[in-house]
């Protein structure tokens, strides 16, 4: 079902109408409103595409030549833009001048949610200068990390551009993670500058962190210097350099002119199998690619308010700091996003007239299945566009969108990945939007369906990948000096081949669906998340001999994260027992972690290496016959499937 198409008009009107005409005149070429004829220009011709998106958005000092593109080709290894220089956050300020916010910014307060506060451009570039001086003053050099705990407030966006505009390197951890998650992905980057809040408010409650921050310094000898952001206490710890000082000296910023693969930050992959993988992009990749986003698929520019609801542990984040690169205003909302009420996303939009509104497939279904009618209820003139990811988006919450938010919203379904900081398959406003399906495959992603041997497939499911460079693809892991774990990540089985770990079918209109993760990564409301923390946390509990954690996208769009546990001797699973469960994996790994419900089973399945069949289990739990979901022959005990194939038959998929 069609729900939204655009006009001659709109096209026109759109930053993508525009640059579709502007490299048709420049280069002579017929792409005019076809969507799909741009993008086979855009992938089949990479040095011109990025050319021109760097040339149409002023990345550079001058515009570029289509041979200044791409030194090398390889993958991984591509060299983009060779001897040219850039700075992500000069970038992001150079709109300093406009009279519009550059922050607007609304807080879980005891009574709910407090009003809008807005923080001027000319504000902002005077405390990312007075960061980046404190940073110099304290000796970080180019290169040296910089960590954040902290929730999705005004002071991490300060911090980051600080942090970029002098070439240090900045990461980030949400304070809802426990401090064995948090040092997991800190201790491997050896942070110099630590800046921790001592606390947050969500759902309704405080939580405390200065026992948790405590910790993280003791811990981190790297450390040299902690800058605490009070949150719930006047007082900062013994030691700590208050925020308020780190950025009372006001001042224009002094930007570094850095190469373009220079680390920009540090993310991290779930821990899957051990330890996040630190990601590290580089300025200028991050810096072409989200304005191709922002501008030409979002079509987010000077005097639209952004907001995408995420915490500073998810990429979207990111992603949304970036949208000042457009000259847009950032709407950050710190809590709980459907507290004091679900429709508090909602709520945040018409109070901060927000204009084009990011948010999960989780909460807009959950909205959906509550009955809720948003465009009764709030003033959502200003809204023009609502982005969705995290998980497929059902059909039905597609029409649920255009029935009970806005009827002439332009809705968009997108997926990508923390490890290349954008989107794959994405929204585009020369194209309509069907329930259901995500548009297109996004510009200069030459994205595809291979089935196991390697070919393409249209009209059935395969394995995403990517065959040709993306200037966000990974510049490297941390602590990889060989390279050895980005490859195994990442070009396996395809060495030159970027395959993701989603399943894909793209339809014979060109559309695709993503129905999931092809690997055992969880994936709970767009947070990749991995195992290994919520093993740590239950593998604990003495009365826990063994478990195992599915993350099973369904069918009708929800999402189920079981845990099956084996218990140990003597041991019966009760109320109690099940508290501590939950309570230990959200105090040692994060809320997020927490199981929707806790089984008994028998025994736990391993492959004949010890690895725990998460893969195999999650596919029988979606529906896929036992036969074609795992081979008995790898498994370390045979019989104790078939406890799982009975489950799993009893239950169905949904």
């Not at 990025?50 to 991984?76: H, I, N």
């Not at 945040?348 to 279904?365: E, F, H, P, R, W």
């Not at 997926?415 to 939007?433: H, K, M, N, R, Y």
């Not at 979606?622 to 498994?635: C, D, R």
């Amino acid at each position: 079902m069609t729900l939204w198409s655009p006009t001659p008009e709109s096209i026109a009107a759109s930053q993508l109408g525009r640059f579709a005409a502007w490299v048709d005149e420049r280069r002579g070429l017929p792409l005019g409103q076809d969507y799909d004829a741009v993008w086979r220009w855009s992938t089949e011709h990479l040095d011109q595409f990025w050319a021109d998106v760097a040339t149409w958005f002023d990345v550079f000092d001058a515009p570029v030549a289509d041979d200044e593109v791409l030194g090398s080709r390889a993958m991984p290894g591509a060299e983009w833009f060779p001897g040219r220089t850039t700075n992500l956050a000069r970038l992001a300020l150079r709109h300093a001048t406009d009279e519009r916010p550059a922050i607007v910014s609304v807080r879980e307060t005891a009574d709910g949610l407090s009003a809008p506060e807005e923080l001027s451009w000319a504000s902002l570039r005077g405390q990312v200068g007075a960061f980046a001086a404190t940073l110099r003053r304290l000796g970080v050099q180019r290169g040296d990390r910089v960590a954040g705990y902290l929730p999705n407030v005004p002071e991490a966006v300060v911090a980051f551009l600080g942090c970029a505009s002098i070439g240090a390197v900045w990461s980030a951890c949400a304070p809802d993670f426990g401090p064995r998650a948090v040092l997991d992905r800190f201790a491997q980057i050896e942070p110099v500058v630590l800046v921790a809040v001592d606390g947050y408010r969500f759902g309704g409650r405080e939580h405390d962190r200065q026992d948790v921050v405590a910790q993280l310094r003791e811990s981190l000898p790297t450390v040299r210097t902690t800058i605490a952001l009070p949150r719930l206490h006047a007082e900062v710890p013994a030691g700590a350099l208050p925020w308020a000082d780190a950025v009372a000296d006001v001042q224009a910023p002094v930007f570094e002119e850095l190469p373009v693969d220079h680390p920009l930050w540090i993310v991290y992959s779930s821990g899957t199998t051990g330890l996040p993988k630190g990601i590290v992009h580089g300025h200028g990749g991050v810096a072409v690619e989200q304005l191709k986003q922002g501008g030409l698929h979002l079509d987010v520019g000077p005097g639209d308010r952004f907001s995408w609801y995420a915490s500073t542990a998810w990429i979207m984040w990111n992603i949304a700091a970036c949208s000042l690169l457009t000259g847009a205003t950032l709407v950050v909302h710190d809590g709980a996003p459907g507290w004091p009420s679900l429709d508090a996303q909602f709520a945040v939009a018409a109070a901060c007239g927000t204009t084009y509104l990011g948010t999960s497939a989780g909460y807009l279904t959950a909205c959906e299945k509550a009955g809720l009618r948003p465009g009764d209820a709030h003033d959502l003139s200003a809204l023009r566009g609502i982005g969705s990811t995290g998980s497929p988006l059902p059909a039905s919450t597609f029409e649920w969108v255009y029935d009970a938010v806005k009827p002439d919203v332009f809705l968009g379904s997108l997926s990508g990945g923390t490890d290349v900081a954008t989107g794959f398959i994405g929204s585009s406003l020369l194209l309509p939007v069907v329930a259901g399906e995500l548009q297109r495959p996004m510009l200069g992603v030459a994205a595809a369906s291979w089935d196991e041997d390697g070919h393409p497939v249209v009209g059935e499911l395969g394995e995403l990948v990517v065959t040709e460079p993306m200037p966000t693809m990974p510049l490297y892991f941390w602590a990889d000096a060989d390279g050895s774990r980005y490859r195994e990540a990442y070009f396996e089985p395809w060495p030159g081949v970027w395959r993701h770990g989603d399943w894909l079918e793209i339809t014979p209109t060109g559309s695709c669906l993503i129905t999931g993760r092809s690997d055992s990564t969880l994936n709970r409301g767009g947070v990749r998340m991995g195992t290994a923390d919520l093993y740590a946390a239950v593998e604990s509990i003495p009365a826990i001999a063994d478990c195992v954690v599915l993350g099973v996208e369904q069918r009708d769009g929800s999402y189920w994260m079981p845990l099956f546990v084996q218990l140990a001797p003597g041991f019966e699973l009760t109320d109690a027992l099940v508290a501590e469960i939950r309570e230990a994996v959200r105090r040692e790994a994060s809320p997020r972690h927490v199981p929707d419900e806790v089984v008994v089973v028998p025994g736990v399945p391993h492959t004949r290496t010890g690895k725990r069949l998460e893969v195999p289990l999650k596919r029988l739990f979606q529906g896929v016959p036992p036969e074609k979901a795992l081979n008995l022959g790898a498994v370390d005990d045979a019989e104790v499937v078939q406890h799982y194939v009975a489950l799993a038959a009893e239950r169905g998929p949904r």
